[in-house]
C-alpha cells in the first residue's frame, strides 16, 4: 500500500510541557510519509524548539484564542494530502497514522476519525457516533477490528472527535476549513454537518486510537470542572444558526442550558463550585449565546496552496518491546526501558503487583509507555474484579490486546 503524505497538525495555547509529550509521542509513529505542524502561543513554540527533533518540525506562531482560525493557519502551512489533528494534551498510538490514513485509499472518503482513550489510558473517552439533524451525538456500534465507511443520510453527519480526526486537503479547503466563528466548542461538528450536506463519506476507525488526557484550559480545570461557559453558549448560538431550523431553536437551546446547569450543579455538589459560581456560569453561558447570535458564520476562503512545501518528519522504523516489572524492581527495570527507547525500541513497561488494583496506561514525558496494576486485577473495565493468572500469562494477553496499536506482531 502506497502511504499517502500526511500532514499532522497540533493547535497549543497554554500548554508547553503537554505540548511537548504530545511530540514526543508523533515522534515514534510508524509512518514514514508525514510532516508536522505545531500552531501555537509564545511557550508552546519554545517547547517544541527544546526538542531534539525541533528542526524536523513546522512551527507556527499563533497567539490568539480560536482553535478553528488556528486549525486553519496549521491547513494553510500543510502540505499533506491528508491532514491529520490531535489535541496538545493527547499522545497517539504508534500505529495511529497508518491505521487512520488507510481507508483514504478509497476515493469517496473525505474524513477519517479514530477511537479515544480517556485518562486512565485504558477506557474509551470517545467511540463513534452520528450526528442528527441538531447537531446532538447518537453511538453507534461498529465493528471493533475494522474500519467501518460512511455516506450519511439526509440531514444526518457522522462524528469526528477533534483529537483524533484527519481529512482530505483539497476537500478541507473547498469547504472553507474550520469557521472561525467556532472559538472553542462545536468547531468539528460544524465541519461534519457540511462534510455530509456536501455528500462526502467518512471512515470510523477503532485501531486509530490516542490517548486524551484533558488538561487544564482556560475553560475548566484539569478536574474538567468548568471555569467559563461563554464560549459554549456563543458556539451553539452560531451552530444553530447554521444548521438547526428556526422554530427547534428555542427548544433545544433550553435543553442545552438545562444540561449545561445540571452539570455545573454535580460540581457544586461534589464542592468543587460555589453557588455564585454557578449564577456566574450561567450569565456567562446567556451572554455567549447573545454573542454568537451576532457573530459572522461563514468561513473565508483559504488559498489552493501551501505556504510551505512538505517537510517530511525523518521517522525511524522501531520495534516493540515489553519489558515485565514488579514494583520493588521498578526503578532498575526503567532504566533498561529507557535504555531501550534510546536504541530504538517503543518500549512499554508493565509493572504488575501481587493484588487486584485495576490497570493503568500512561505515556510518559520521556516516551515510555507505563502500564501499572495487578497481576490479578481488572485491565478492561469489563473485566471480572478478580482473575487468576500468572506473569507470564498476563504480559502475553497484554501484548495481544496493544498489538495492533502498539505494533507487535499477532
Known amino acids: 500500500m502506497i502511504d499517502l503524505p500526511v500532514s499532522v497538525v497540533i493547535v497549543s495555547r ?10 514526543t ?49 496549521g491547513l494553510c502551512h500543510a502540505a499533506g494530502e491528508i491532514i491529520a489533528y490531535i489535541d496538545d494534551d493527547a499522545v497517539p498510538e504508534p500505529m495511529w497514522l497508518r491505521h487512520l490514513v488507510a481507508p483514504a485509499m478509497r476515493s469517496d472518503v473525505a474524513a477519517m476519525g479514530g477511537y479515544v482513550r480517556g485518562r486512565n489510558g485504558i477506557s474509551y473517552q470517545w467511540k463513534a457516533a452520528s450526528l442528527d439533524s441538531n447537531g446532538m451525538p447518537h453511538a453507534l ?31 478541507l479547503i473547498d469547504l472553507g476549513g474550520f469557521d472561525p466563528a ?13 462534510l455530509a450536506k456536501a455528500g462526502y463519506a467518512t471512515a470510523i476507525v477503532p485501531l486509530a486510537e490516542v490517548h486524551h488526557g484533558y488538561a487544564e484550559n482556560r475553560m475548566r480545570t484539569a478536574a474538567r470542572v468548568p471555569t467559563d461557559l461563554f ?12 444548521h438547526v431550523p428556526q422554530g427547534d431553536r428555542p427548544a433545544q437551546w433550553r435543553s442545552l442550558r438545562k444540561e449545561q446547569r445540571q452539570r455545573a450543579l454535580r460540581f457544586l455538589q461534589t464542592g ?17 449565546y447573545a454573542e454568537g447570535l451576532e457573530r459572522k458564520v ?3 476562503p483559504l488559498a489552493k496552496h501551501p505556504i510551505d512545501p512538505f517537510k517530511r518528519f525523518p521517522s525511524q522504523p522501531r520495534h516493540p518491546k515489553m519489558i515485565v516489572s514488579r514494583p520493588l524492581s521498578a526503578t532498575r527495570d526503567r532504566k533498561r526501558a529507557l535504555e531501550d527507547l534510546a536504541s530504538g525500541h517503543i518500549v512499554t513497561l508493565l509493572i504488575l503487583s ?54 507487535f506482531r499477532r
Open 14 to 23: 497554554g500548554r508547553p510541557q503537554s505540548l511537548a509529550r504530545t511530540l
Open 25 to 73: 509521542g508523533i515522534s515514534q509513529l510508524q509512518y514514514w510519509n508525514f510532516e508536522v505542524v505545531v500552531v501555537a502561543d509564545p511557550a508552546g513554540i519554545a517547547s517544541a524548539t527544546a526538542l531534539p527533533f525541533a528542526d524536523d518540525l513546522k512551527l507556527v506562531p499563533y497567539d490568539t484564542p480560536n482553535i478553528s482560525a488556528a486549525r486553519n493557519l
Open 141 to 171: 456500534a461498529l465493528d471493533p477490528q475494522q474500519a467501518t465507511v460512511m455516506t450519511p443520510p439526509k440531514g444526518r453527519a457522522i462524528k469526528t472527535e477533534g483529537t483524533n480526526m484527519a481529512f482530505r486537503r483539497d476537500v
Open 182 to 194: 467556532f472559538h472553542y466548542y462545536l468547531d468539528e461538528t460544524d465541519l461534519n454537518m457540511r
Open 231 to 242: 464560549d459554549i453558549g456563543a458556539s451553539w448560538a452560531a451552530f444553530q444558526r447554521k
Open 272 to 288: 468543587a463550585l460555589e453557588p455564585r459560581d454557578i449564577r456566574r456560569l450561567m450569565q456567562r453561558l446567556d451572554r455567549g
Open 298 to 300: 461563514a468561513p473565508a
Open 354 to 407: 501481587p493484588t487486584v488494583a485495576f490497570h493503568q496506561v500512561s505515556f510518559t514525558d520521556d516516551g515510555l509507555w507505563v502500564q501499572k496494576g495487578g497481576l490479578f486485577g481488572k485491565v478492561e473495565r469489563s473485566d471480572r474484579v478478580f482473575k487468576l493468572s500468572s506473569r507470564a500469562r498476563k504480559a502475553e494477553q497484554e501484548t495481544r490486546r496493544i498489538a495492533l496499536q502498539r505494533g
